[in-house]
């Protein structure tokens, strides 16, 4: 029997048509909302989240900017970035992040003392003022040398930031020399003079904590004393009148072991500088030896044992180090005749104390 049209079933669609249609309609509704929304906007919102991220995972200095979803990264020093790209693209909305390689102009920051100075070029005018600021924040009444200049477009080396620039101006405070750090790429240099060894080695220290990530090249040189000159040898009996006699001899040579005994004329290491405990007990040898008219002195220098640091030989240091106490005592007044100078080395009794760097004094 044929069936009349009115007893057909209903024809049944593909289940796939309905679910098809979603799969286009949604992403097109989708992507009709993102074009709805002004791109700034969209890319400011990513930029805030993900400088926020920067700096909730310790990476304050990061600058980010957005092409649309596509983020570009710069400020992070090359120790930071891998930690910075992954923070970056785990920001919500962020397609991918990269480094940006403009080119950054150099930066200097030199102590002299009295002044810092600073040399470099900033993008704007507010950037200039927020790196002033913070060199004027460690100055310690040092007057800021503003040579900075503005330049569209400029950027500074990667983690020189207003934050680094404060670290830097206290890490040079106490230097004691004139000192310049100079940035550029990655490579930061340190140069100039300071006293010893153990401040070069604490201005080192300190700036490249000021600038992790950086190549640190510390060429700080040590001041040098300038060489003794030899004295004349002295009698070993009075010969001249208003010598002292023997007893008055042995009274001071007293007064003097004594005296140095509690208070050792010591000495930095590998330096002719005195300590400031030195430096005090030269004042009351001074006292001492013009109390006794006429008195002769011979001021042997020590060394500790062990390796230098390849500046003098212990015979050269030891050698400076009598003449530094020489040349204390004739600046107040002591007659340069009346004093004789040598220097022997690490001694008969070599020891690695801080005791070793040491001056005595014989009257003789």
């Given amino acids: ?28 509704a989708l992507a009709g909302v993102t074009l709805a929304w002004p791109r700034p906007q969209i890319e400011a919102q990513l930029g805030q989240h993900a400088t926020e991220a920067l700096a909730a995972a310790g990476i304050p200095a990061g600058r980010v900017a957005f092409t649309g979803r596509d983020a570009s990264i710069s400020g992070v020093p090359a120790a930071l970035r891998d930690k910075a790209r992954e923070t970056v693209e785990g920001a919500t ?3 991918v992040a990269a480094f940006t390689e403009a ?18 070029a900033v993008g704007s005018e507010d950037d200039r003022q927020q790196i002033v600021a913070a060199a004027a ?37 106490g230097a004691n020399g004139e000192v310049t750090v100079s940035v550029a790429g990655q490579g930061l240099t340190i ?15 300190k700036v490249a904590a000021a600038l992790p990530g950086l190549t ?39 007064q003097l072991a004594q005296l140095v005994a509690g208070a050792p004329i010591s000495f930095g290491p590998n330096s002719p500088q005195l300590t400031p405990q030195g430096g005090a007990t030269v004042a009351k040898v001074l006292d001492l030896i013009k109390g006794a008219s006429g008195a002769r002195i011979r ?15 212990a015979q050269q240091l030891s050698d400076a180090r009598a003449a530094t106490v020489r040349d204390a005592l004739v600046a107040g007044g002591v ?28 009257v003789v």
């Fill in 299 to 313: 001021i042997d220098g020590y060394v500790a044992a062990g390796p230098g640091d390849g500046r003098l030989t």
């Fill in 1 to 28: 029997m044929s069936e009349s049209p009115g007893n057909r079933p209903a024809s049944r669609k593909p289940a796939w048509l309905p679910l098809g249609a979603a799969a286009l309609i949604v992403p097109t």
């Fill in 191 to 205: 140069t100039g003079e300071v006293p010893d060894q153990a401040v070069k080695d604490a201005v080192g220290q």
């Fill in 216 to 254: 640190v090249d510390n060429q700080l040189t040590l001041a040098v004393a300038a060489a003794p000159t030899a004295a004349p040898a002295l009698p070993s009996t009075p010969t001249t009148p208003g010598e002292l006699d023997p007893a008055a001899k042995q009274t001071l040579q007293t």
């Fill in 137 to 173: 924040a460690q100055a310690g009444g040092r007057s800021i040398e503003d040579q900075l200049t503005v330049q569209a477009g400029a950027n500074l080396p990667d983690g020189v930031t207003p934050q680094a620039v404060t670290a830097v101006a206290a890490a040079l405070a």
């Fill in 103 to 120: 080119d950054s102009s150099p930066f200097g920051l030199k102590e002299t003392g009295d002044a810092i100075a600073l040399t470099g």
């Fill in 93 to 95: 909305g962020v397609r």
């Fill in 335 to 362: 007659p340069a005749d009346h004093i004789a100078v040598r220097g022997l080395g690490e001694g008969t009794s070599p020891a690695q104390t801080a005791a070793a760097r040491r001056v005595e004094i014989t």
